[in-house]
């Protein structure tokens, strides 16, 4: 597989894991219009939607811790397809939900299979692509599910205005019926049933592939020379290392996409501003989540996973900075974008390229798997620290929140140094 050209069948597995990967995005970030229309409709208020919010991240660290298991016991494609069942027929219920607590209920189901989806995707995406290309795949990834945001954010302006909140939750829900039923075409990943000795189903996924790329080590422009990988091979590290180093990322990008952009919308409308023009800002500076896969398109070949995650942190800190102290509408929304846009490179960079590159194939979805569950838990305390925060400090309070773990993934970074640009994940592992 690592010898490989990209081909048909690579864009095919692309397509349906993309797809799947893209609506829940959607899902996730439904939570910010959908609270902001809940507190302006009535039906719940802050605090009541840090609860929501907070029972969505309990489902999301449950299906994350289970997701990684399953999906390394019984197989990739049944751990992805469960999960995507279990968010469509929860997001139906959720649409009619009858009160708050019922709603909250479904989300929490719903955060089950939502927290499956991004611990599978790319780790499962990566166990298919050649090294020289597994980076601009995961970016191409990222970039997808990055427009969940502003795919949710622009959906919401008008749906919400216009029809109300439960119609964010059918849309979701129907297509990822649609891409359920599409994805029971995708083939198990061959390094999978390799681990599990199951030899002639991994030798028949392979030849699938180079049917349509017959190449070998050999004749591979592409592919590393021995020199070249003694070259990158780094010390080794033990298992609780690479789960630190995975999981103090995971949670950093988590508490900058859950402790600040999910509470954009909330954020203006607590401030006095209607909930169709919060949404609408919400929209412009939600740009910056694609905007933040395209930079890490532009840049995962150039720059070394490490480089481009301590670069970024650094980035996002005069940004937080600024963004609070601004004053007008305008300046509001363009630094915004830049910060999400920031943001967005960094969570492209470490979920869909560096986290799932770090564990062997033995352990890779557990392992992706405990960094997303502690990231989850994180989450689930963040919405109450964030309404705290936001009622006693202002915009402040959040966004220095969102510093400091900026800097507490570069320390980590430092300290722990695993490279992971450009090799092998039996290299790697």
């Given at each position: ?179 359920w039923i599409a994805r029971k075409r995708c083939p198990e990943s061959p390094r999978w049933l390799v681990v599990k000795g199951r030899l002639k189903e991994a030798q028949a996924v392979v030849e699938q592939f180079e049917k349509l790329s017959p190449t070998t080590l050999k004749n591979n422009p592409h592919a590393p020379t021995a020199e070249q990988t003694q070259s990158k091979v780094t010390a080794r590290r033990p298992f609780w290392q690479l789960a630190i180093l995975g ?183």
């Amino acid at each position: 597989m690592d010898a490989l050209t990209t081909n048909r069948e690579h864009k095919k597995l692309f397509a349906y894991i993309g797809a799947g990967a893209m609506i829940d995005a959607y899902d996730v970030y439904v939570a910010a219009g959908v609270s902001a229309a809940l507190i302006s409709t009535g039906f719940a208020g802050v605090h009541e939607i840090a609860i929501f919010m907070s029972m969505t991240f309990f489902g999301m660290l449950l299906g994350a811790a289970t997701a990684g298991f399953i999906g390394d016991r019984f197989g990739r494609r049944m751990s992805y397809q469960l999960n995507l069942l279990i968010f469509a027929i929860a997001g139906f219920a959720a649409a009619f939900a009858p009160t708050f607590e019922f709603l909250v209920g479904t989300r929490f189901i719903m955060g089950i299979g939502l927290g499956a989806e991004l611990v599978l995707a790319a780790a499962i995406l990566g166990e298919f692509v050649p090294p020289h290309s597994r980076g601009r795949w995961t970016a191409f990834l990222g970039i997808l599910v990055n427009s969940g945001l502003l795919f949710a954010s622009a959906i919401g302006a008008v749906v919400i205005s216009n029809f109300g909140w439960r119609w964010m939750f059918i849309i979701g829900a129907v297509l990822a019926v649609i891409v359920w039923i599409a994805r029971k075409r995708c083939p198990e990943s061959p390094r999978w049933l390799v681990v599990k000795g199951r030899l002639k189903e991994a030798q028949a996924v392979v030849e699938q592939f180079e049917k349509l790329s017959p190449t070998t080590l050999k004749n591979n422009p592409h592919a590393p020379t021995a020199e070249q990988t003694q070259s990158k091979v780094t010390a080794r590290r033990p298992f609780w290392q690479l789960a630190i180093l995975g999981t103090v990322v995971a949670v950093g990008v988590n508490m900058f996409v859950y402790g600040f952009i999910s509470w954009m919308p909330t954020f203006f409308v607590e401030q006095g501003i209607d909930v169709s023009h919060s949404l609408g800002y919400t929209t412009a500076m939600a740009l910056g989540a694609p905007g933040g896969g395209l930079v890490c398109l532009l840049l995962i070949n150039r720059m070394n996973r490490r480089t481009a995650i301590i670069a970024f942190s650094i980035i996002v800190i005069p940004l937080g900075l600024a963004y609070a102290a601004a004053q007008s509408i305008v300046l509001i929304v363009i630094i915004g974008l830049l910060l999400v846009t920031a943001i967005y490179t960094l969570v492209t960079f470490v979920l869909y390229s560096y986290m799932p590159e770090l564990y062997p194939t033995r352990y890779r979805l557990r392992g992706t798997g405990i960094s997303y569950t502690f990231a989850r838990g994180a989450s689930i305390i963040v919405p109450f620290v964030m309404s705290g925060l936001f009622v006693t400090f202002g915009i402040f309070g959040p966004i220095s929140f969102v510093c400091s773990m900026a800097v507490c993934m570069i320390v980590v970074v430092l300290l722990i140094p695993v490279e992971t640009r450009g090799r092998s994940l039996e290299d790697i592992a």
